[in-house]
Antibody, heavy 115, light 107 residues
Framework: QVQLQESGPGLVKPSETLSLTCSVS????????WTWVRQPPGKGLEWIGY???????NHNPSLKSRVTVSVDTSKNQFSLNLTSVTAADTAVYYC?????????WGSGTTVTVSS | DIQVTQSPSSLFASVGDRVSISCRAS??????LNWYQQKPGTAPKLLIF???NLKSGVPSRFSGSRSGTDFTLTISGLQPEDFATFYC?????????FGQGTKVQIK
C-alpha cells in the first residue's frame, strides 16, 4: 500500500516562498497523478493543483501564477512551491495520490505564515 | 468554475440513524463526484468515488447516488466511529472544488 509523507518548513515569513515535498513510499510515482490540497485552520478543503509523473501539471487559477508543482521520479517525490505567501496561506497542506479521486492522502503538514 | 453546494452544514444524529448529505453542482459534472470523511486532526479519507462506487474497505453502510447534478451520501445505520465531517468534491473540470463540509454530530 502506497504511503505519502509531506515535509518542509512549518514557518514561512510573509512574501517568501513556501516549499513542500511529498515523499512516496511503497509504490512508484510512475503512471499516476499526484495532487496537493490545503485546509486553513477551522475551514474546508481547497484544491491546489496536480502533477502527472511525466511532468504535466495544472493548478487552481485562484492562486494565480504563485504555484509550481514539480516531480522527481528518481527520488519518488513531488513538490509544491507557493511564492509571495501571506497569512491567508496558513494551512495544513496535504499531498494525495490521484486526480479524478484522491485515494491515498498524506498525514498533512502545518505551515504558518508569520514574521 | 463549477461550484458544489453541500447541505446541511451540520446535523445531529443518533447511533443507528439513517443520515443523508446532499451536494449540488452548479452545472453537470457527469459522475465525477467523490465523498470524503475527515475526523479532527487527521487527513480526509475517500469513501465514495464517481458518485456511487464504494472504495474497497469502506463499510457497506455508506452509499452514494446521483440524480442529474444532485448527489447524495447516505449512511444507513450510523455508527459511533462515523461522527466526523464529510466533504464532496467535483473532479469534472479544473479547478476541482470541494463542498463546504457537513459535520455529523452526536444528538
Amino acid at each position: 500500500q502506497v504511503q505519502l509523507q509531506e515535509s518542509g518548513p512549518g514557518l514561512v515569513k510573509p512574501s517568501e516562498t513556501l516549499s513542500l515535498t511529498c515523499s512516496v513510499s511503497g509504490g512508484s510515482l510512475t503512471n499516476y497523478y499526484w495532487t496537493w490540497v490545503r485546509q486553513p485552520p477551522g475551514k474546508g478543503l481547497e484544491w491546489i493543483g496536480y502533477i502527472y509523473y511525466s511532468g504535466a501539471t495544472n493548478h487552481n487559477p485562484s492562486l494565480k501564477s504563485r504555484v509550481t508543482v514539480s516531480v522527481d521520479t528518481s527520488k519518488n517525490q513531488f513538490s509544491l512551491n507557493l511564492t509571495s505567501v501571506t497569512a491567508a496561506d496558513t494551512a495544513v497542506y496535504y499531498c494525495a495520490k490521484g486526480l479524478d479521486y484522491l485515494a491515498v492522502w498524506g498525514s498533512g503538514t502545518t505551515v504558518t505564515v508569520s514574521s | 468554475d463549477i461550484q458544489v453546494t453541500q447541505s446541511p452544514s451540520s446535523l445531529f444524529a443518533s447511533v443507528g440513524d439513517r443520515v443523508s448529505i446532499s451536494c449540488r453542482a452548479s452545472q453537470s459534472v457527469n459522475y465525477y463526484l467523490n465523498w470524503y470523511q475527515q475526523k479532527p486532526g487527521t487527513a480526509p479519507k475517500l469513501l465514495i468515488f464517481f458518485a456511487s462506487n464504494l472504495k474497497s474497505g469502506v463499510p457497506s453502510r455508506f452509499s452514494g447516488s446521483r440524480s442529474g447534478t444532485d448527489f447524495t451520501l447516505t449512511i444507513s445505520g450510523l455508527q459511533p466511529e462515523d461522527f466526523a465531517t464529510f466533504y464532496c468534491e467535483q473532479t469534472y473540470s479544473i479547478p476541482h472544488n470541494f463542498g463546504q463540509g457537513t459535520k455529523v454530530q452526536i444528538k
